[in-house]
């Protein structure tokens, strides 16, 4: 049996979840007000951070689902995501549209799979 | 290589699948009447048998999926999760309005990932 | 640590990302014109030249997300799928409409988690 360990747990979720190797982790934007460069950018900052504080990075990342709330969105999120992707460490990758996001304003949502140390 | 255990097969999807001491499971509700509480009792209790018959149990969630067909069930939704986790084991957690479930009726699915026992 | 075999990544994402025996990926129709029926068995078509290239094939599928934009395509979408899985060897499977795919025309999105070889 592998252990688990989890990492900011509240009663609803955890920052991260770590078990066998594998590092689950969801983020959403710091401000509902911030168009889609500055979310994405906010929700990869706190990736990164999370990713880095269990000794792992944005480079081991294994599979990225991204939930956008409009399409128009996407060309900017991806010129932020490639810019702070490692080359040559691109993830599997979801990307959709949904209906919406728990939090008024917030126009992204990304849930990532990754390696640890 | 590692076996691949499948519980409770179709031809189109099982209820639940263990592989490398991860199980991965997907439940919806057992009606398609009750409101968003009962709905998500439903899911859970099953999930939770399904975890129990593998021998693991919802203390032991890694990552979750929460599709929600209304925003305006987040609140009861999370009342009913939040007293069915174990404290201090809440596991990453992404939830989405998405813009409808395969059933009419329908108002959560929610996908896991946990550890297996 | 495990190693973290990437395949066919551009600076967005990969065909395929392997790692301690879990392969993850993600498709998308050749086609933003065909029906449910021809967009499904592309997409499953190129999954399944993947995992084959993995070493791995459609036996091995231990979850699926399908993103679908019209739950009208539910019966074509799952009648193309079950001819598809080998007997006994289905996944753990979520099925949600989406608001959208990146690209019109696309009617479905398949991610997978597999085990390898």
Same mark, same amino acid.
């Given at each position: 049996?592998?252990?688990?360990?989890?990492?900011?747990?509240?009663?609803?979720?955890?920052?991260?979840?770590?078990?066998?190797?594998?590092?689950?982790?969801?983020?959403?934007?710091?401000?509902?007000?911030?168009?889609?460069?500055?979310?994405?950018?906010?929700?990869? @900052?706190?990736?990164?951070?999370?990713?880095?504080? $269990?000794?792992?990075?944005?480079? *081991? +990342?294994?599979? #990225?689902?991204?939930?956008?709330?409009?399409?128009?969105?996407?060309?900017?999120?991806?010129?932020?995501?490639?810019?702070?992707?490692?080359?040559?460490?691109?993830? @599997?990758?979801?990307?959709?549209?949904?209906?919406? $996001?728990?939090?008024?304003?917030? *126009? +992204?949502?990304? #849930?990532?799979?990754?390696?640890?140390?």
């Amino acid at each position: 049996m592998h252990t688990i360990d989890r990492r900011g747990a509240s009663a609803r979720y955890a920052d991260a979840v770590i078990h066998n190797g594998v590092i689950y982790l969801v983020e959403v934007p710091s401000t509902t007000t911030g168009d889609i460069a500055q979310q994405t950018q906010e929700v990869l @900052a706190s990736l990164a951070r999370q990713l880095e504080a $269990l000794g792992s990075d944005r480079s *081991r +990342i294994l599979m #990225a689902t991204i939930y956008l709330t409009d399409l128009a969105d996407c060309d900017a999120m991806n010129a932020v995501w490639e810019a702070w992707l490692p080359p040559g460490s691109a993830p @599997a990758r979801a990307c959709v549209k949904v209906a919406g $996001l728990v939090q008024p304003g917030w *126009r +992204i949502e990304i #849930a990532l799979t990754a390696a640890s140390a």
